[in-house]
Nanobody, 111 residues
Framework: QVQLVESGGGLVQSGGSLRLSCATS????????MAWYRQAPGKQREFVAH???????NYADSVKGRFTISRDNAKNTGYLLMDSLKPEDTAVYYC?????WGQGTQVTVSS
Protein backbone atom coordinates (compact mmCIF):
# COMPACT_ATOMS: atom_id res chain seq x y z
CA GLN A 1 0.00 0.00 0.00
CA VAL A 2 1.42 3.35 -1.04
CA GLN A 3 1.88 5.93 1.73
CA LEU A 4 1.32 9.61 1.11
CA VAL A 5 2.54 12.54 3.21
CA GLU A 6 1.36 16.07 2.53
CA SER A 7 3.24 19.17 3.65
CA GLY A 8 3.39 22.88 2.95
CA GLY A 9 0.15 24.05 4.47
CA GLY A 10 -0.10 27.06 6.73
CA LEU A 11 -1.65 30.45 7.36
CA VAL A 12 -1.52 33.00 4.56
CA GLN A 13 -3.22 36.29 3.82
CA SER A 14 -5.75 36.64 1.05
CA GLY A 15 -3.94 37.01 -2.27
CA GLY A 16 -0.94 35.06 -1.07
CA SER A 17 0.56 31.79 -2.27
CA LEU A 18 1.43 28.38 -0.89
CA ARG A 19 2.92 25.26 -2.42
CA LEU A 20 1.79 21.92 -1.13
CA SER A 21 3.84 18.76 -1.55
CA CYS A 22 2.74 15.13 -1.57
CA ALA A 23 5.60 12.71 -0.99
CA THR A 24 4.87 9.08 -1.80
CA SER A 25 6.49 5.76 -0.99
CA UNK A 26 7.04 2.98 -3.47
CA UNK A 27 7.47 3.04 -7.21
CA UNK A 28 3.88 3.25 -8.39
CA UNK A 29 3.77 7.05 -8.39
CA UNK A 30 4.95 7.53 -11.94
CA UNK A 31 2.37 5.12 -13.32
CA UNK A 32 -0.69 6.59 -11.63
CA UNK A 33 -2.84 9.67 -11.59
CA MET A 34 -2.42 11.83 -8.52
CA ALA A 35 -5.18 14.09 -7.27
CA TRP A 36 -5.70 16.80 -4.69
CA TYR A 37 -8.93 17.18 -2.75
CA ARG A 38 -9.92 19.52 0.04
CA GLN A 39 -12.43 19.57 2.85
CA ALA A 40 -13.62 22.73 4.54
CA PRO A 41 -15.25 22.65 7.99
CA GLY A 42 -18.80 21.38 7.75
CA LYS A 43 -18.51 20.59 4.06
CA GLN A 44 -17.95 17.50 1.98
CA ARG A 45 -14.56 16.68 0.54
CA GLU A 46 -14.26 18.14 -2.94
CA PHE A 47 -12.04 17.63 -5.96
CA VAL A 48 -9.38 20.27 -6.60
CA ALA A 49 -7.11 18.97 -9.38
CA HIS A 50 -5.51 15.89 -10.84
CA UNK A 51 -2.50 15.08 -12.98
CA UNK A 52 -2.14 11.98 -15.12
CA UNK A 53 1.09 10.02 -15.61
CA UNK A 54 1.57 11.77 -18.95
CA UNK A 55 1.24 15.18 -17.30
CA UNK A 56 -2.25 16.09 -18.46
CA UNK A 57 -4.18 18.04 -15.86
CA ASN A 58 -7.71 18.87 -14.83
CA TYR A 59 -8.96 21.46 -12.33
CA ALA A 60 -12.10 22.32 -10.48
CA ASP A 61 -13.66 25.50 -11.83
CA SER A 62 -13.19 27.20 -8.47
CA VAL A 63 -9.39 26.98 -8.69
CA LYS A 64 -8.79 27.09 -12.43
CA GLY A 65 -6.27 29.80 -13.32
CA ARG A 66 -5.06 30.12 -9.72
CA PHE A 67 -3.77 26.63 -8.82
CA THR A 68 -1.19 24.57 -10.68
CA ILE A 69 -0.70 20.86 -10.16
CA SER A 70 2.59 19.24 -11.10
CA ARG A 71 4.62 16.12 -10.48
CA ASP A 72 8.24 15.03 -10.25
CA ASN A 73 8.38 11.33 -11.03
CA ALA A 74 12.08 11.11 -10.15
CA LYS A 75 11.22 12.23 -6.61
CA ASN A 76 7.88 10.38 -6.37
CA THR A 77 6.39 13.70 -5.34
CA GLY A 78 3.43 15.75 -6.44
CA TYR A 79 2.80 19.44 -5.91
CA LEU A 80 -0.01 21.95 -5.80
CA LEU A 81 0.99 25.57 -6.26
CA MET A 82 -1.79 27.83 -5.03
CA ASP A 83 -1.75 31.49 -6.04
CA SER A 84 -4.22 34.31 -5.43
CA LEU A 85 -5.58 32.49 -2.42
CA LYS A 86 -8.99 33.42 -1.09
CA PRO A 87 -10.59 32.85 2.32
CA GLU A 88 -12.89 30.28 0.71
CA ASP A 89 -9.82 28.17 -0.11
CA THR A 90 -9.44 27.48 3.61
CA ALA A 91 -9.60 23.72 4.09
CA VAL A 92 -7.62 20.60 4.83
CA TYR A 93 -5.95 19.52 1.59
CA TYR A 94 -5.41 15.85 0.80
CA CYS A 95 -3.51 14.07 -1.94
CA UNK A 96 -4.58 10.69 -3.23
CA UNK A 97 -3.30 7.95 -5.53
CA UNK A 98 -5.53 5.00 -6.29
CA UNK A 99 -7.30 4.31 -3.00
CA UNK A 100 -4.58 5.72 -0.74
CA TRP A 101 -4.95 9.08 1.00
CA GLY A 102 -2.57 11.23 2.96
CA GLN A 103 -3.31 12.64 6.39
CA GLY A 104 -3.97 16.11 5.03
CA THR A 105 -2.41 19.52 5.52
CA GLN A 106 -4.28 22.57 6.79
CA VAL A 107 -4.48 25.69 4.63
CA THR A 108 -5.94 28.80 6.23
CA VAL A 109 -6.43 32.01 4.26
CA SER A 110 -7.16 35.13 6.26
CA SER A 111 -9.11 38.04 4.82
Amino acid sequence: QVQLVESGGGLVQSGGSLRLSCATSGSIFRFNTMAWYRQAPGKQREFVAHISPDGSTNYADSVKGRFTISRDNAKNTGYLLMDSLKPEDTAVYYCTIRTAWGQGTQVTVSS
